[in-house]
């Protein structure tokens, strides 16, 4: 909402901490609607009555089934979430979706389009979609989805989906914020088209081929046998699930059901190996850690003169005049002298 | 060498930057162990004359391959490396071999066993043998092995292999500073006894399915085909470079001069590509700023009382009675205060 050097222009009064939180706890999704955009503020005075909202609705959260779901574009992940969405409305959840997208970075607002990419679940009464607002960094991206995600659960929304499309280290930080992590692939499309970055397979609980329709589903059922056998020769998992493979299709209502009766399977799996909690709790840890790490980085920004010389440092080190070690001890050196001074 | 609080028997005197340089430029290999011994040493002295001598020898640096070799134990990586290793010195090939063991932590020392496990190649003029010796961090013994790399680079070595027992991050870590990632397998373990971590696999550049020998030999094959299946599967490589499996057998001398001839390949195919010298410039870039993330890290854990409260911050996040922004928000400003006041 405007740059930090400029007075923004401000579309809605801030109302108190208490006001917000009543709203959320009475699933009032305006209300909700507003507390997120507050989040996502980069204001001073918006972040820390953003901190006392969810200090007050924290007791109130975590009642939900976080969902990362990710898929190169082209996949049809609207398409499936807008399917699957309904589906789970249908059986009496409310939904939440949000989407972390750092290109918006570059738009610096909400992908405004996003509603129409899901037209009739943005109608659904259970439904509530939110793209996520921009930011400068895919940490300060994360740290606001996370807290937009507390907020959507104390404003009673039972399963919370998160998507991203792909981008850099977005599946990354997504993983680090949901239970389960569902990658989307396209069936038959070869290899070489998937253009997944390595890693994010082996961080799926499961996979779903989409577009198993009409022509398709040999293509799809074939690459769903596949992808089976390829997961059995990956390690087995700290949670000890065996990701499961399926195929859907938005169109003729396919694998909808069977999707959310594994990722249930998977809650009821990991619970009572007391898995779903650790993971929990770990990622509350890291949340914790890195966000530290990200305020540091940001104090030292702050700072033109230092932000200066890391990128000239940066520059030594590429033309190999200086090593990573010696220039990183200069940089912590002036950094701690520069706060020495203030 | 001694805890930081008593004075610390030093076994060996320290010598000038120059002496360092000079030797390990003559590729005298006694020096080039002290040298390395000192970029160890946790001791403030050390580290600028250790940081004085990196930069010396930094322009002699880089002109090797760099190899990360990994596996479960049992898998009997330090049997392929010893007949790989043999192979390499007797095509001519000058080899280093480095090990991050983060389990050296606890015994506060290098493992003395690990020259026995590979005693004919530890006896071979051309082979430099030399475990990683203890730090507190897995970041802090993967910025010494990065310096060990160069030091061995300047005097004369052409190969290093950095090898790891896969425990924690240290895979990551170890991707993070090679050329090339080598994953070995047992073949026909059975999928569970693999116990390798998610995510290894997809970082492997080559794949060797180890103990081809005898009545293995069936198996072994059998697992070459399943994961070179698995692995057609996955997503193109940044390099776009097809990860390969072979299979290996350390009595028979099978596939040692093939695991060479793969890596050659890897060589030849990214640095037409330019791959191989941007992925080097990337982990230089990424060795720099962990290593002001690490530097940051000692530097809050200097102050007790801030230690201290992240203690009890990470024990209140687990209880749900904070946030993890809040409590990073309250970390990161104590630490500038306190910084402030010195």
Redesign the interface.
């Known amino acids: 909402m405007g740059s930090p050097t400029r007075k923004p222009i401000q579309f809605t009064s801030r109302l108190t901490a208490d006001a917000y939180a009543k709203g959320i706890l009475d699933h009032d999704r305006v209300l909700l609607s507003r507390a997120i955009t507050l989040v996502e503020s980069r204001l001073p005075s918006d972040q820390l009555l953003s901190?006392e909202l969810?200090?007050k609705i924290?007791?109130h959260s975590?009642k939900s089934i976080r969902i990362g779901i990710t898929g190169i574009p082209g996949v049809g992940k609207s398409t499936f979430i807008e399917a699957f969405g309904k589906h789970l409305t249908s059986i009496g959840k409310k939904l939440a979706v949000l989407a972390i997208d750092p290109s918006s970075q570059r738009t610096k607002g909400s992908i405004l389009g996003d509603k129409t990419r899901m037209d009739e679940l943005s109608r659904d009464d259970n439904a509530f979609i939110r793209p996520t607002s921009a930011a400068n960094t895919l940490g300060g991206v994360a740290?606001k989805t996370?807290?937009a995600i507390?907020l959507c659960e104390a404003a009673g929304f039972d399963v919370i989906i998160v998507e991203t499309v792909g981008v850099g280290q977005s599946e990354i930080a997504v993983r680090s914020m949901v239970d389960f992590f569902l990658l989307l692939l396209i069936g038959g499309a070869g290899?070489?088209l998937?253009?997944?970055?390595?890693?994010?397979?082996?961080?799926a609980d499961g996979v779903v081929i989409t577009k198993a329709d009409g022509d398709h589903k040999k293509q799809a059922n074939q690459a769903k046998a596949?992808?089976q056998?390829?997961l059995?020769?990956?390690?087995?998992?700290?949670s000890r699930w065996t990701p499961k493979v399926l195929v859907s299709s938005a169109v003729e209502k396919i694998g909808l059901k069977e999707t959310w009766e594994m990722i249930e399977a998977y809650k009821a799996f990991t619970t009572t190996s007391g898995f779903f909690e650790l993971q929990r709790?770990n990622q509350?840890?890291n949340?914790?850690?890195s966000?530290?790490?990200?305020?540091?980085k940001e104090?030292i920004t702050k700072h033109k003169a230092l932000a200066e010389k890391i990128k000239k440092?940066?520059i030594q080190?590429?033309q190999?005049?200086?090593?990573?070690?010696?220039?990183?001890?200069e940089?912590?050196e002036n950094?701690?002298q520069l706060?020495?001074k203030?």
Do not use: C
Not at 194 to 203: A, L, P, R
Not at 291 to 296: G, L, M, V
Not at 320 to 329: D, E, F, K, L, T
């Open positions: 901190e969810i200090q924290l007791p975590g740290h996370r807290e507390l290899d070489e998937q253009g997944i970055k390595k890693g994010i397979m082996e961080m596949d992808y056998h390829a059995h020769l990956f390690p087995v998992t700290e709790a509350n840890k949340w914790f850690h966000s530290i790490e990200e305020r540091i104090e440092a940066e080190i590429a190999g005049v200086i090593s990573p070690g010696a220039a990183s001890r940089i912590v950094f701690i706060l020495g203030q």
